[in-house]
T-cell receptor
Framework: QKEVEQDPGPLSVPEGAIVSLNCTYS??????FMWYRQYSRKGPELLMY????GNKEDGRFTAQVDKSSKYISLFIRDSQPSDSATYLC????????FGAGTRLTVKP | NAGVTQTPKFQVLKTGQSMTLQCAQD?????MSWYRQDPGMGLRLIHY???????DQGEVPNGYNVSRSTTEDFPLRLLSAAPSQTSVYFC??????????????FGPGTRLTVL
């Protein structure tokens, strides 16, 4: 079993939709959780990170961690075509552990 | 400030050939790492370095060597390329050993094909 599981999609939504991206993880010791955004043929860039449980909001993006169920989520409100990218969740315990990435397309 | 740079952008090798993927950063970051990205597998850590002269293995180190003689440079060497090493390779750096979620900055990647 991979330490971080993520549905690869692809996910296609209309502009303005609320997007929900999700990951599960297996190691209850994980405390740091990140979301990276990767545009086609580019390197990943850090979008948000959270520590332990709870929510963190940044503009249209909200990251949520539920440690009781080992579930992490990224919500995108009012999605835009410029949000079209692959989103990777990641956790940190010594080394970084990445999910496979979910490919999102937002259609105008 | 160029950030993290990688060369070459693309490379095709024959089985058994050797090559070095170059990575450099100009942010004075202590921590540097190499990942490979394969479809459906996400990013997997190959090797990392917490400072000049210090390197260690990550999740998938076999077939790769690294060295860190300066803070700025962290080359990745393939000693005898195999088709299983066909992948996109990313170099990353951060100020510290990811304490407190310190941001990793990624390079643009090297697309390697081994025939």
């Amino acid at each position: 079993q991979k330490e971080v599981e993520q549905d690869p999609g692809p996910l296609s939504v209309p502009e303005g939709a609320i997007v929900s991206l999700n990951c599960t993880y297996s190691n209850s010791a994980f405390q740091y959780f990140m979301w990276y955004r990767q545009y086609s043929r580019k390197g990943p860039e850090l979008l948000m990170y959270t520590y332990s449980s709870g929510n963190k909001e940044d503009g249209r993006f909200t990251a949520q961690v539920d440690k009781s169920s080992k579930y992490i989520s990224l919500f995108i409100r009012d999605s835009q075509p410029s949000d079209s990218a692959t989103y990777l969740c990641a956790t940190l315990e010594g080394d970084m552990r990445f999910g496979a990435g979910t490919r999102l397309t937002v259609k105008p | 400030n160029a950030g993290v740079t990688q060369t070459p952008k693309f490379q095709v090798l024959k089985t058994g050939q050797s090559m070095t993927l170059q990575c450099a950063q100009d942010m004075n970051h202590e921590y540097m790492s190499w990942y490979r990205q394969d479809p459906g597998m996400g990013l997997r850590l190959i090797h990392y370095s917490v400072g000049a002269g210090i390197t260690d293995q990550g999740e998938v180190p076999n077939g790769y060597n690294v060295s860190r003689s300066t803070t700025e440079d962290f080359p990745l060497r393939l000693l005898s390329a195999a088709p299983s090493q066909t992948s996109v390779y990313f170099c990353a750096s951060s100020y510290s050993w990811l304490a407190g979620g310190d941001e990793q900055f990624f390079g643009p990647g090297t697309r390697l094909t081994v025939l």
